[in-house]
């Protein structure tokens, strides 16, 4: 959940590197570190803390070479010490991933260690094997021998950048399921963790290119390389990059606040651009699959929960949804003609991809409902659905979760030939507009909060409980509105505050029935619904639409507030503690 980035450019290699960090902040701010060759002398910096203090201390260089991390502490503290990039006497590397076998590795190497970290090992491997094929004269030979016998020797997830001191005028890239993205441009070349990091340079970079699995890029201000596994040339097809909506704040405070409002040009484009050929197929085939299971991961798992209600509604067959981390281990089923779709926001969540890898061994077809063109996911499922949010960088989904239920809304209507609502995008628009946070400023101290609905509010509660989590640390609990008197009544009280989700006209009476029940319990309710309720207790009122597409609409109040909440409470709703976005590791 690191963010990594490379590049061999005339004089601008160091700033070119640090914008890229700052735009891969998103995927880790404890630390930062870069690399770059400054004259014939290769200069390190690592800074505890922001990209901009990394900035701050490198200051206008002139280079041609750089590499530089930012990172979001795993093996070790977010130290000097434990910040990228890591050496060995000829080797400077950064590194995205988790090395599982560090600890065995260590064992057998003699030189000394100075971090904590699994990445260290990496640089000190190279060396080692630098050094044992000292017979290979070629000095570039001899480094893409050292890299290929390191990538042999290492377990678990990796995306590396590194110089060698011995031929400072390349950088070198590989990788194992962590993503890589090689970016070719004129007189420059470049390397990232992330497609988004390459923004504002998009004129000057013209070809992308997604490494496979233990590929090799070798990388020169004219040149790049790529190998396979047995260091044989290959091509790698080049991959589009989406046009993004603008990553930078423009008018908004905060990112989060950004995407939120983005959210009706996201359902605009979303639709517009949903229904390519995987989608049509899919439609035509999903009634006949013995079996649907929707895999994902946190707010994409949230997402999962409203695929199983509108999957099951409209086509009346048994949908089931896991999430991702517990569907790898648990006992497989096999079962034939059995759909495997996954969510997820970046396409790279490991636990998701491992879900699909396994549902890929037992059998099944895998489809997948992405945001990000040519992440890992959309070259391992049989079938892609590509939403168009944009980059959503703030490490809150928001805008990127309501497009993941459009998408399922859309793919349940034409499955079931039922016609798709119009002017959805109008209507997150206005209900966005109407937002008000006079009314709610009573509620901003609040320090317990329960979300609660039924059915399709069910899951609209959870995902509205978790974002109050990430980006205010407050206790909130989603839950089934019906589940509350069989257990979590006991902690409502008068300092809890109750918000129910209320969009299904067939259980309404049901959810007030809780209202009533935290009401009795002396909580402050918030109502939050397109029925006038308001005599329930406060309310949000959304405008009216089709119940079925209500819980794209309903979630936008939640994500404003707890925006707010965070914001009011003088967070960085941005940068949550201890959370990156993009979680690439187990
Ligand atoms: C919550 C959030 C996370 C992600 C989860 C899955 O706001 O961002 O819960 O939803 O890590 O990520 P993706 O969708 O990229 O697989």
Redesign the pocket.
């Known amino acids: 959940m690191c963010g990594i980035y490379g590049c061999c450019q005339r004089a601008k290699a160091a700033k070119s590197a640090l914008c890229g960090l700052e735009k891969l902040e998103y995927r880790g701010y404890d630390s930062a570190g870069i690399a770059f060759l400054e004259g014939e002398k290769i200069e390190i910096i690592k800074s505890v803390g922001k990209v901009s203090n990394l900035k701050i201390k490198v200051g206008e260089k002139v280079s041609n070479i750089a590499i530089a991390h930012t990172r979001w502490a795993t093996h070790g503290r977010a130290t000097a010490l434990n910040c990228h990039p890591h050496t060995s006497e000829n080797f400077i590397i950064v590194h995205n991933g988790i090395i599982e076998n560090f600890k065995e590795l260590k064992s057998n190497i003699s030189e000394k260690f100075y971090s904590e970290t699994d990445s260290e090992v990496i640089a000190k491997l190279l060396e080692k094997n630098f050094d044992e094929l000292s017979e290979i004269s070629d000095i570039n030979e001899r480094i893409l021998n050292s890299i290929l016998k390191t990538q042999n020797q290492l377990i678990g997830s990796w995306a590396v950048i590194l110089i060698c001191r011995k031929n400072p005028l390349k950088i070198y890239a590989f990788k194992n399921k962590s993503p890589l993205i090689v970016a070719r441009g004129k007189g420059e070349n470049h390397v990232a963790s992330d497609i988004n990091a390459f923004e504002k340079r998009e004129k000057n970079l013209l070809k992308y290119y997604n490494l496979n699995n233990r590929n090799i890029a070798e990388i020169s201000q004219e040149n790049i390389i790529f190998y396979d596994e047995k260091l044989n040339k290959i091509e790698i097809k080049e991959i589009k990059k989406q046009c993004e909506i603008c990553q930078e704040n423009c008018n908004y405070k905060h990112k989060m606040l950004k995407e939120i409002n983005e959210i009706p040009k996201a359902i605009y484009s979303t639709k517009k651009h949903i229904k390519n050929s995987d989608f049509k197929k899919l439609s035509k085939k999903l009634k006949n699959y013995s079996k649907i299971t929707i895999v994902?991961?946190?707010?994409?798992y949230h997402a999962g929960l409203y695929g199983k209600f509108i999957l099951e509604k409209y086509l009346n067959k048994n949908v089931s949804v896991e999430l991702a981390s517990e569907f790898r281990y648990k006992t497989q089923i096999k079962e034939k003609n059995e759909l495997v779709l996954a969510?997820?926001?970046?396409g790279?969540?490991a636990d998701?991809l491992a879900a699909i890898e396994i549902a890929r061994k037992n059998g099944a077809e895998t489809a997948a409902i992405t945001n990000v063109c040519g992440s890992s996911i959309t070259r391992i499922c049989d079938y892609v659905l590509q939403t168009r949010a944009g980059a959503e960088v703030a490490?809150?989904?928001t805008k990127?979760y309501v497009c993941q239920i459009l998408a399922l809304y859309m793919l349940a209507s034409s499955a079931s030939g039922k016609r798709i609502s119009r002017g959805i995008d109008k209507i997150a628009n206005k209900t966005i507009l109407s937002f008000s946070l006079e009314n709610l400023k009573e509620f901003l101290g609040v320090k317990k909060f329960f979300f609660v609905g039924r059915l399709c509010d069910s899951a609209t509660a959870s995902e509205g409980a978790?974002?109050l989590k990430?980006i205010a640390y407050v206790h909130s609990e989603g839950y089934s509105a019906g589940e509350l008197k069989h257990g979590t009544l006991s902690l409502v009280d008068e300092n809890s505050l109750v918000i129910a989700i209320i969009t299904q006209s067939n259980i309404l009476d049901k959810t007030l029935n809780a209202v009533h029940e935290v009401k009795a319990r002396g909580a402050k309710v918030l109502i939050v619904s397109q029925f006038e309720l308001a005599g329930e207790g406060k309310e949000i009122l959304l405008p009216a639409a089709k119940e079925e597409i209500m819980p794209l609409i309903s979630v936008i109040p939640l994500q404003l507030f707890a925006y707010h909440y965070s914001e009011n409470n003088g967070l960085n709703p941005d940068m949550p503690r201890n959370l990156a976005?993009?979680?690439t590791v187990e």
Do not use: D
Request: glycine fraction near 10%; hydrophobic fraction near 30%.
């Open positions: 994902g991961c946190g707010t994409a969510i997820s926001q970046s790279e969540t998701t490490v809150a989904a990127s978790l974002k990430e976005k993009s979680v």
